[in-house]
Each structure stands twice: as C-alpha cells, then as structure tokens.
C-alpha cells in the first residue's frame, strides 16, 4: 500500500470515527431533547421519577432517572438503545406486562422526543 492511499484511509478512518462518535441524543436518537423536556412536563412523568432538569420530578414511585443514557437494559428487558426506549415509553406492558409503568398514550413522535431527553441524562 502506498503512502497517499494509506494516508487516505486513515482520514476516511477518522471521519467514519468521528460520525459515529456523534454524542448528539437528536442524532442517535432521531429526536428532540427540548420537546422531550415538555412532553416528560406535561405527562407528569416526574410524578413517578426523579428526573434532572425537570421541574417537580421527584417522584419515588419509579426509578430515578439520572444518568439515564449509561444504563445498559431498560426495564431489565431490553438493550438501552432509542429505538428500544421510545417503544417502552410508547407500551410499556409491551414489554413487561406486569409493570407499574403506565401506557400515557404518547404518539411515537413524543416517544423519541422524551428518549432523546433522556439520552442527554448522563
């Protein structure tokens, strides 16, 4: 391999790195942390959680929601992943047909908006 191509392929290297390093919770998630912020206000999620940067959400009912994006599993079912999050936001019986957690009718647009929030929790 030449010198040119190998120089090359390390900058190809160090773009796709730097694209899938993207931290962004809008970008790996596909959704919008500000609106999540409202739709976690209006649908009182804090009620039940304890949820940084949220007004009032101190609830003891549900986990507390801190450093949300470095959990591993979503209610001991699922990868932490967004797709996995929005679809336990949307139907959490879905998943864990005993769960406290109750369905409060989010449109999936809201699920990603609330997971993106989330993701910014670290």
């Known amino acids: 391999m030449t010198g040119s191509l190998r120089l090359g392929l390390a900058v190809l290297v160090a773009a796709i790195t730097a694209t ?3 931290t962004s919770p809008e970008r790996f998630t596909w959704g919008d942390s500000r609106r999540g912020a409202n ?3 209006q649908a009182a999620c ?4 304890v949820i940084p940067g949220i007004r009032a959400a101190h609830g003891l009912v549900g986990p507390p929601l801190e450093t949300f994006s470095e959990r591993t599993y979503i209610a001991e079912q699922l990868p ?5 999050l929005a679809h336990w936001i ?3 019986q879905d998943v864990e047909p005993r769960t406290a957690m109750p369905n409060l009718g989010l449109t999936e647009r ?3 908006d609330v997971a993106a929030y989330l ?4």
Do not use: K, M, Y
């Open 90 to 92: 949307r139907d959490p």
């Open 110 to 112: 809201q699920s990603l």
């Open 119 to 122: 993701f910014t929790l670290r």
């Open 20 to 22: 899938a390093c993207e």
């Open 80 to 84: 932490n992943t967004p797709v996995n």
């Open 39 to 41: 739709v976690i206000q």
């Open 46 to 49: 804090g009620s039940c959680h």
